[in-house]
């Protein structure tokens, strides 16, 4: 389930309500604003915790478009459902321009935007699971890239698959042997040593992070953030 909050943001009581009803009875946590500057306010203090956003375009004080501008200059990602009375082609593609992910025009079927807002957010979830973080070091498995706190940083293939085996034993004491088997494959009939080499030149791309790649003596080496 969801960790975090969807920001319904309307200023009509009664569709709040029922926006509401709908997503906390398919287990969600809900934040609600009534008009534009109440949303912003909500976003700000909540801004990790926020995980989508239900927007209404015709709001009293800032509209949806004004909302939806300081929401994108801060957060490029947060998915952002527009809710609008106006089905106007013109006014769907400013949206598109500002950042809005997705429109659902009023009046439409409490089950179809549950269903929408699902889609999205297993959508973003998986891309948010693409790339994990260890102690400042991102891996992008889909880019087999690596990433020093946001800065990519250049590795061999082999130095990639090393790290990336390592990082997915976290905690576990891995032998030569088996860091030789899983890594370098049964194939590979050097010796042990070709490991240390390479621990030497990972460790020292790594910078600072390097020190999580722990020598264990007589066994082999270990990731450990600590």
Known sequence: ?????????????????????????????????????????????????????????????????????????????IPIIMLTARGEEQDELFGFELGVDEYISKPFSPKILVARVEAILRRTGEEENKIKDYGGIQIDKEGRTISIDGKQIELSLREYELLTYLVENENIALSRDKILNNVWNYDYYGDSRTIDSHIKKLRHKLGKRGKYIKTMRGIGYKFEVK
Request: no cysteine; net charge positive.
């Open 1 to 77: 389930m969801l960790q975090g909050y969807i920001l319904v943001v309307d200023d009509e009581t009664r569709m709040r309500k029922l926006i509401k009803d709908f997503l906390v009875a398919k287990g969600y946590s809900i934040l609600e604003a009534e008009d534009g500057e109440k949303a912003i306010e909500i976003y700000e203090q909540n801004q990790s915790k926020i995980k989508l956003i239900l927007l209404d375009v015709m709001m009293p004080k800032l509209d949806g478009w004004s909302v939806l501008r300081q929401i994108r200059q801060k957060d490029k990602k």
